[in-house]
């Protein structure tokens, strides 16, 4: 099947809550422009670098999602454009972020990265660690960012019940975090589920599903 169709048949099928971020990393930029002439306008990178060529390759009324592991030093190539960052996961990171946005006159949307998997290999933080950045007085005076929800991934296994509960796990975390309220946040998205999870992911909560193989075919990293 095509970009195309693919892109149509995953979209037909959502429910009006969900967005879809199409993973688009490794893929050319031809591969990305099918998918906007289908309409598709919300984009996720993991890798910074990619995601400046890419954006100054496309038209303008793309949303770039970084969805990946964020290193500091790379912040600032992101920060005049980056749409929502996905994958924050400690505060020096998010301190970085608001001083890069606050260069650029602009607040970036952030999500906490939550810890869901058993592997040890996932980045993210612990509902605790979460909970105690937002209630801290050195947050609360980060004026150029905002955190819009949460982000997690699930163990890559085929345990269903497993990947089930690490939804829910996550699912959970938004609902406390959502009642803390602090002034620089505004809850509104779980983003959760891939390209072999999104429907589980969905019955579980998910608000944002970030979806690559499933729209352009699968990913060669040797090419
Ligand atoms: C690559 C990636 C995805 C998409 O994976 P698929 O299985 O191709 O849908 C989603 N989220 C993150 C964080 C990724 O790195």
């Known amino acids: 099947m095509s970009i195309t169709s693919q892109l149509h048949a995953i979209k037909s099928a959502l429910p009006e809550q969900v967005t879809l971020v199409a993973v688009s990393k490794t893929k050319p930029v031809s591969d990305l422009m099918e998918a906007y002439n289908a309409g598709q306008r919300i984009f996720g990178e993991n890798k910074i670098q990619e995601m400046c060529d890419k954006y100054e390759q496309m ?11 964020v290193q500091r030093n790379k912040v600032k ?29 602009r607040t970036i949307p952030c999500l906490l990265q939550i810890k869901i998997a ?5 980045f993210g933080m612990t509902i605790d660690e979460a909970k105690a950045i937002l ?25 269903t019940t497993q990947v089930e509960n690490e939804f829910k796990t996550l699912k959970q975390a938004f609902s406390q975090l959502e009642l803390l ?21 969905i019955t579980c909560g998910s608000t944002m599903i970030r979806v690559g193989s499933s729209i352009f075919g699968e990913r060669n990293y040797n090419a």
């Open 59 to 69: 038209p303008k009324d793309i949303q770039w999602h970084m969805i990946g592991h």
């Open 77 to 105: 190539y992101m920060a005049p454009f980056v749409s929502l960052i996905h994958g924050v996961d400690n505060f020096k990171l998010l301190k970085e972020i608001n001083k890069q946005a606050k260069a650029n006159n």
């Open 118 to 122: 058993e592997e040890t290999s996932k």
């Open 135 to 159: 209630q801290s007085e050195d947050f609360a005076a980060l004026q150029h960012i905002k955190i819009t929800g949460v982000m997690g991934m699930a163990t890559f296994t085929d345990n």
């Open 181 to 201: 309220q602090p002034e620089n946040a505004a809850f509104k998205t779980i983003s959760m589920g891939m390209s072999g999870d999104y429907k589980l992911a």
